[in-house]
């Protein structure tokens, strides 16, 4: 496994929550825990952004559109991270990705679809 593995997207009416989550890949397993790890996402016609950052001191920050609604999380047991997303919104849809911060190419997984309906 050379990618970060994303899971638990998948459909919401607007105002649910969703909690994905993000394995980190074997290759990186060591280097894992001293890594600033990053949720991205890619809606429609739009670029890749970063929505969420935690260090490996937990220190967290959120892109202003998530800021209160989105929270992200690692747990460096099980080298993974995750993102707890509440009150969601349409403009939320995207496939949301995890990678290190600043990202790196060769980490970029199939991400995960979130599509949340008006």
């Known amino acids: 496994q050379v990618r970060f593995v994303e899971s638990g997207g998948g459909l919401v009416q607007a105002g649910g929550s969703l909690r994905l989550s993000c394995a980190s890949p074997r290759s990186i397993t060591s280097t894992f825990n001293p890594t600033t790890v990053g949720w991205y996402r890619q809606g429609p016609g739009k670029q890749r952004e970063l929505v969420a950052s935690i260090s490996s001191r937990r220190d967290t920050n959120y892109t202003d559109s998530v800021k209160g609604r989105f929270t992200i999380s690692r747990d460096n047991a099980r080298k993974t991270v995750y993102l707890q997303m509440n009150s969601l919104r349409p403009e939320d849809t995207a496939v949301y990705y995890c990678?290190?911060?600043?990202?790196?190419?060769?980490?970029w997984g199939q991400g995960t679809q979130v599509t949340v309906s008006s």
């Open positions: 990678n290190p911060v600043p990202h790196d190419n060769t980490y």
